[in-house]
């Protein structure tokens, strides 16, 4: 059973960490799809790269702010 | 035809995401056999290894079943969640907000938690040394196992990103075996910050493909993706560390 935990905690700190970080990247990705669906597929692949890249410096800075 | 602009990425990042991981398994294992010799290292270490062989077989022929365009919006966002998770990490460590991996120190302090548990348990003591082994190998194993699929399901890289894990395997099995030491020497940080970049450019990559953007460049936009991460990250962490001085 300690093992089966141990999996399920490694999984979920691989890929939800960081709740914030995680919340972001879900919310740009559905903006990006809506972007396309809505026929501007380059629009919304600008709108990922740019999301994903404030996205990230974002949490970086909140975890240092919050350091601090 | 394997696409060299897309594959040499994909190995790549198999192997230098499983570079780290395989040295901070190599770890654990040369705690165990520090403390209870290589046997219950080696069986521990076997028996991970096939359970992690069991998962990716079990695995390959599920992803197949997948429409190839879902398969791809599915992998490059669990791509952005773990490589713009560990670039996150990496950026915070180099900022010197969040402490540096220390490979001497995880020894140090694993020995000590396996022996005072061993010392308990006298009648068992190779087994709770060997299911430390296959407890650490198969942990960092699943990482493995995941970046390895990640890079190379969506263009049928699984092979070449297998081979790239594999390297690594081989290289940090041949070096620990030498040296008889945690490899603390590896530059394990700036390893993760390059993995987080790789893997967060096949992230936008893959979804975007997967929601049918057509990007400029096509397989090339990879490499334009990495210098922005790169430099986001890079910029991230020196913002992040003038915050924490002016603290």
């Known amino acids: 059973m300690s093992l089966l935990r141990d999996i399920l905690a490694e999984l979920f700190s691989m890929f939800a960490g960081d709740a914030g970080l995680s919340t972001g990247i879900i919310l740009i990705v559905a903006a990006a799809a809506l972007a396309s669906q809505f026929g501007a597929p380059l629009i919304g692949g600008a709108l990922l790269l740019a999301g994903c890249l404030a996205v990230l410096a974002g949490a970086v800075l909140f975890a240092a702010t919050k350091k601090k | ?247």
């Open chain 2, 1 to 247: 035809m394997l696409s060299w602009s897309m594959a040499a990425p994909a190995i790549a990042s198999a192997f230098v995401a499983s570079l780290v991981e395989v040295v901070e398994a190599l770890t654990i294992v040369l705690a165990v056999v520090a403390l209870r010799g290589w046997r219950p290292a080696i069986a521990g270490t076997l028996a991970a290894l096939a359970a992690l062989c069991a998962m990716v077989i079990l695995l390959g022929p599920l992803l197949e079943l997948v429409p190839l365009h879902a398969l791809q919006i599915a992998i490059g966002i669990l791509l952005l969640l773990f490589g713009l998770g560990w670039l996150r990490k990496a950026s915070l460590r180099a900022a010197g907000i969040v402490a540096l991996h220390d490979e001497d120190a995880i020894f140090a302090a694993e020995k000590a938690e396996l022996g005072a548990e061993v010392a308990r348990r006298a009648a068992s003591r190779d087994w709770i040394a060997g299911m430390a082994a296959f407890k650490a190998v198969l942990l960092e194993g699943l990482e493995v196992v995941f970046i390895v699929i990640a890079v190379g399901a969506g263009r049928g890289l699984l092979v070449p990103a297998g081979l790239g894990a594999l390297g690594a395997c081989i290289v940090v099995l041949i070096i620990g075996a030498a040296v008889h030491r945690p490899l603390s020497q590896v530059p394990e940080n700036t390893l993760k910050f390059v993995v987080g970049v790789m893997l967060s450019s096949f992230g936008v990559f893959w979804t975007g493909e997967g929601l049918g953007v057509p990007w400029p460049g096509e397989d090339l936009a990879l490499f334009g993706f990495g210098v922005l991460f790169l430099s986001t990250g890079l910029l991230s962490a020196l913002a992040a560390r003038r915050i924490g001085t002016v603290a």
